[in-house]
């Protein structure tokens, strides 16, 4: 168990955020990104989700995941399209390819998987190594919503399959700033249940001045964040942070 996504969990993510879904992030990274010369780092990149469309888009874009069967997926979407990108095994903590990146972007929350303080930071000097000098970070990063009751069963079909995904529990850390969920995947077929498995899903929450101070003392300068994908300075309503910064 851990953050990490199994196979049930993958499979999920993929049926729920399927490739050519958007919440306003794909339009805004891919407007983000224009102009661009360079390679791009998606650390976390998932099942594609982000990193397809920018490449469908021209952006010269790589990715990681210390997901294997997150992985297995992307590369699936990408080989259905014709598409063949560099895609890597890794962790945000650990993966550094030093000077190589013009930009580095995190998108969807991924930042949140991360728990702790040092573990940020760690990962935030991976990006740091990984640029270019005067490359640019683009960090998307959740409002935290600390709800704490068990939340309703959901469903998803394809095909003679079935996956449901039950939170069984959800526990608030006010010293550490975490919510941990457990979560249960199960997978059934005309009424038979096929496999099941846990998940321990725990992130961290922060806010926009705790992240501006670490993205400072990583290494990062020209800080500037916007809500919801607007171009606005965030407000007491915003559901989540975009935040850019360039190394220095």
Not at 92 to 105: L, P, W
Request: hydrophobic fraction near 40%; aromatic fraction near 10%.
């Amino acid at each position: 168990m851990g953050w990490g996504y199994g196979t049930l969990a993958s499979e999920v993510y993929d049926l729920d955020k399927p490739i050519g879904s958007s919440f306003g992030d794909v339009e805004y990274y891919r407007d983000a990104l224009d102009g661009i010369a360079g390679r791009v780092l998606e650390p976390a990149v998932g099942t594609g989700r982000i990193l397809i469309p920018l490449l469908e888009a021209g952006v010269e874009v790589e990715g990681y995941d210390s997901s294997p069967e997150m992985l297995a997926i992307c590369r699936a979407h990408c080989a259905e399209r014709g598409l063949d990108p560099v895609l890597r095994d890794g962790d945000m903590t650990s993966f550094v390819e030093e000077q190589r990146y013009a930009a580095v972007i995190v998108p969807t929350g991924s930042i949140t998987l991360l728990t702790g303080r040092q573990a940020l930071v760690d990962a935030l000097g991976c990006f740091r190594d990984c640029l270019a000098p005067g490359g640019r970070l683009i960090v998307d990063v959740p409002a935290a919503q600390l709800l704490v009751e068990p939340e309703a069963m959901r469903s998803w079909s394809s095909g003679d399959r079935v996956w449901t995904l039950e939170t069984m529990q959800v526990e608030y850390d006010r010293a550490a700033n975490q919510t941990l969920r457990w979560l249960r995947y199960e997978k059934w077929r005309d009424g038979a249940l096929e496999s099941t498995e846990l998940q321990l899903f725990r992130l961290q929450h922060w806010s926009i001045t705790e992240f501006q101070a670490l993205l400072d003392q990583c290494g990062f300068s020209e800080p500037e964040v916007i809500g919801d994908y607007t171009l606005r300075p965030p407000g007491g309503d915003t559901d989540g942070w975009t935040f850019h910064a360039v190394r220095g």
